[in-house]
């Protein structure tokens, strides 16, 4: 079974500073997923990345695929209140199921 | 265009009684997957289904079951429930399966089963 694993699990932050949040999966996946969860709320797709070497961005957020190393980051520059959230990675396996990282919970204080 | 809406939100039953949950995609969708989320698995995989069909199953017990109708609405069906059962139900709609060019998911705001 694809296993999925991310972190930091929690994340605290000051306003204005960077981080990443990394996301290793344990076998070979042609596609890998971001998404956003606020409180009490559904899930908000970020980003698809589909090749090695994929990057994308959008906003202050920006994501990026290795898939020799199996590794997939979620950068976050300059960080606002509003980023305040969960996000999780998911990974779709040959088979088309989709296995998700424990999600890292970020807190972006003032 | 509205969103993925599912029904009920809430829900509470109590343990060995059976639970219907319906999904309506977004208008034009035809793939609608379905995924469990609890505090101690986190996210879990359960169906992917296209035009009626089923193409993919996660690891959960045959008490969880599912269907699609030609006007692509999706339901999941868990049959005697148990106390572990109680979780956050999401559905997801994509125009075309998730594995083509990768399609974007859309999620729902999910139903919200207490078992008690």
């Known amino acids: 079974e694809l296993k999925v694993e991310q972190n930091p699990l929690f994340l605290s932050m000051q306003e204005g500073k960077n981080y990443t949040i990394y996301c290793n999966y344990s076998?070979?996946?042609?596609?890998l997923y971001w998404y956003r969860q606020d409180p009490g709320k559904s899930l908000e797709s970020l980003f698809v990345l589909l090749s090695n070497g994929a990057v994308k961005q959008e906003g202050r957020l920006m994501a990026s695929l290795d898939t020799k190393a199996r590794l997939s980051t979620l950068h976050i520059t300059a960080a606002v209140h509003d980023l305040s959230a969960t996000y999780f990675c998911?990974?779709?396996?040959?088979?088309?199921?989709?296995?998700f990282g424990t999600g890292t919970s970020l807190t972006v204080i003032p | 265009k509205a969103g993925v809406t599912q029904t009920p939100r809430y829900l509470i039953k109590t343990r060995g009684q059976q639970v219907t949950l319906s999904c309506s995609p977004i208008s034009g969708h035809r793939s609608v997957s379905w995924y469990q989320q609890t505090p101690g698995q986190g996210l879990q995989f359960l169906f992917e289904y296209f035009s009626e069909t089923q193409r993919n199953k996660g690891n959960f017990p045959g008490r969880f079951s599912g269907r699609q109708f030609s006007n692509s609405r999706s339901e999941m069906n868990v049959s005697t429930l148990e106390l572990g059962d109680s979780a956050l139900y999401l559905c997801?709609?994509?125009?075309?399966?998730?594995?083509?060019?990768?399609?974007?998911?859309?999620f729902g705001p999910g139903t919200r089963l207490l078992v008690l």
């Open positions: 997801a709609s994509s125009l075309v399966p998730p594995d083509r060019l990768g399609e974007t998911q859309y």
């Open positions: 998911a990974v779709a396996s040959t088979g088309n199921q989709f296995y």
């Open positions: 076998t070979t996946s042609d596609r």
